[in-house]
């Protein structure tokens, strides 16, 4: 969207004339030839941090409201990622100073006149979060406010039996 991804990669720091000449370059990232480098931040999974909070409700440890339930997973969520961010700057070091790529770098704007890897003479650099699963977790909590919440059908501990052992029985 030429209304939205310019103005989005303006709030970022990015010149309006650059933000115009943005593409796509992955599955879900943007580039602008040339001038931004992507490099793959921080990420998790959202059903595996679901899945670890059921597996915490089979040993007794129930959210007693869907409020709480969010808020555990919220908390679960905002670790999961610090962490994996922490080791993407960690990966991001080592592809700089061990994995550098010259020829890339040949079509970044200025890479070859300072000498550097396109990962640190880029004019704009972004990371971002990849995170999956995100449809499936929004049914799944969806369907526990439902069953376990607001009608009261199963228990949370039932739907972490039913999911641990993959809804046989």
Do not use: H
């Not at 001038?35 to 595996?48: F, K, Q, R, S």
């Not at 376990?148 to 046989?168: G, H, M, P, S």
């Amino acid at each position: 969207s030429d209304e939205v991804i310019p103005k989005m990669l303006m709030n970022r720091g990015v010149s309006r004339e650059d933000a115009y000449e943005y593409v796509p370059v992955g599955c879900n990232e943007l580039g602008i030839p040339g001038m931004l480098y992507y490099t793959a931040g921080g990420g998790i999974g959202y059903l595996p941090c679901l899945f670890s909070i059921l597996k915490d409700a089979e040993t007794g440890s129930v959210p007693d409201s869907y409020s709480e339930l969010l808020e555990r997973v919220r908390a679960k969520l905002e670790s999961g990622l610090r962490q994996s961010y922490a080791r993407k700057l960690v990966d991001l070091y080592f592809q700089r100073e061990y994995k550098q790529t010259p020829l890339t770098s040949c079509f970044f704007e200025g890479a070859v006149e300072r000498g550097l890897d396109c990962s640190e003479a880029v004019k704009y650099n972004s990371s971002t979060c990849g995170c999956t699963f995100f449809p499936n977790f929004v049914d799944a909590l969806g369907a526990i406010r439902k069953c376990v919440y607001e009608d009261k059908t199963l228990t949370l501990e039932q739907i972490a039996r039913a999911c641990k052992n993959d809804f046989e029985g």
